[in-house]
């Protein structure tokens, strides 16, 4: 099983989602929705009591290891990311993932176009290739989210393609998601690359 984890920046903390975040996650996702058109992001409490169940069976069978963002400025949880799709190919079953997704990623409105999702990426990354020695990290969206995909290019990632039909949209039908992805011998840069970037904010 994943270990839980805190990971602190200068602007946020992520901590284990739990259900007790119910109340404060839902907050956040209500202050401005149309920001959310390719993004599953829980709608009203019992929804979001939902998604965090959901979220912490997927920790219980070692697939996620979910977040809470929480902004060190108001003490308010912001949104939500997690750690999914973990793999590991050569070593021990319960060794640290080789291989991940950061992904499930949405923030309220009032913090999009902040130093927010650049600290969270920067710290789960760390998290990835750092301390799990990872090989690989993936991220993707859907392929009609170009903010998501602006943003993910800022970051370093390489875009890898488009898998059509792949899953269900948010909005209905199905989606075409665009994949992205994070090698070990590329973390460097991009590691110098967000903590640039974060001084800007700062």
Same mark, same amino acid.
């Given at each position: =099983?994943?270990?839980?984890?805190?990971? *602190?920046?200068?602007? &946020? %903390?992520?901590?284990?989602?739990?259900?007790?975040?119910?109340? #404060?996650?839902?907050?956040?996702?209500?202050?401005?929705? @149309? @920001?959310?058109?390719? @993004? +599953? &992001?829980?709608?009203?409490?019992? !929804? @979001? *009591?939902? $998604?965090?169940?959901?979220?912490?069976?997927?920790?219980?069978?070692?697939?996620?290891?979910?977040?809470?963002?929480?902004?060190?400025?108001?003490?308010?949880?912001?949104?939500?990311?997690?750690? =999914?799709?973990?793999?590991?190919?050569?070593?021990?079953?319960?060794?640290?993932? !080789?291989?991940?997704?950061?992904?499930?990623?949405? $923030?309220?409105?009032?913090?999009?176009?902040?130093? &927010?999702?650049?600290?969270?990426?920067?710290? =789960?990354?760390? +998290? #990835?290739?750092?301390?799990? /020695?990872? &090989?690989?990290?993936?991220? *993707?969206?859907?392929?009609?989210? %170009?903010?998501?995909?602006?943003?993910?290019?800022?970051?370093?990632? %390489?875009?890898?393609?488009?898998?059509? #039909? +792949?899953?269900?949209?948010?909005?209905?039908?199905?989606?075409?998601?665009?994949?992205?992805?994070?090698?070990?011998?590329?973390?460097? $840069?991009?590691? /110098?690359?967000?903590?640039?970037?974060? *001084?800007?904010?700062?």
């Amino acid at each position: =099983m994943l270990k839980p984890v805190i990971l *602190k920046g200068s602007l &946020v %903390q992520l901590e284990p989602l739990a259900i007790d975040h119910t109340q #404060a996650l839902c907050d956040a996702g209500s202050e401005n929705r @149309t @920001t959310y058109a390719y @993004t +599953h &992001v829980p709608d009203g409490i019992e !929804e @979001t *009591k939902r $998604y965090i169940e959901r979220a912490l069976s997927d920790y219980e069978k070692g697939l996620a290891l979910p977040f809470a963002v929480r902004s060190l400025e108001t003490d308010r949880i912001i949104g939500s990311t997690r750690f =999914m799709d973990v793999k590991v190919f050569t070593r021990p079953a319960d060794a640290a993932p !080789e291989v991940c997704e950061i992904g499930s990623t949405w $923030y309220a409105s009032a913090v999009q176009r902040t130093g &927010v999702n650049t600290e969270c990426k920067l710290l =789960m990354l760390t +998290h #990835a290739f750092d301390v799990w /020695q990872a &090989v690989r990290v993936t991220l *993707k969206t859907d392929v009609r989210n %170009q903010r998501s995909r602006t943003a993910i290019l800022r970051i370093g990632a %390489q875009f890898e393609g488009i898998r059509r #039909a +792949h899953i269900p949209a948010v909005d209905g039908g199905l989606r075409d998601t665009a994949y992205y992805s994070i090698l070990r011998e590329e973390w460097p $840069y991009i590691r /110098q690359n967000l903590s640039g970037r974060l *001084k800007a904010y700062n």
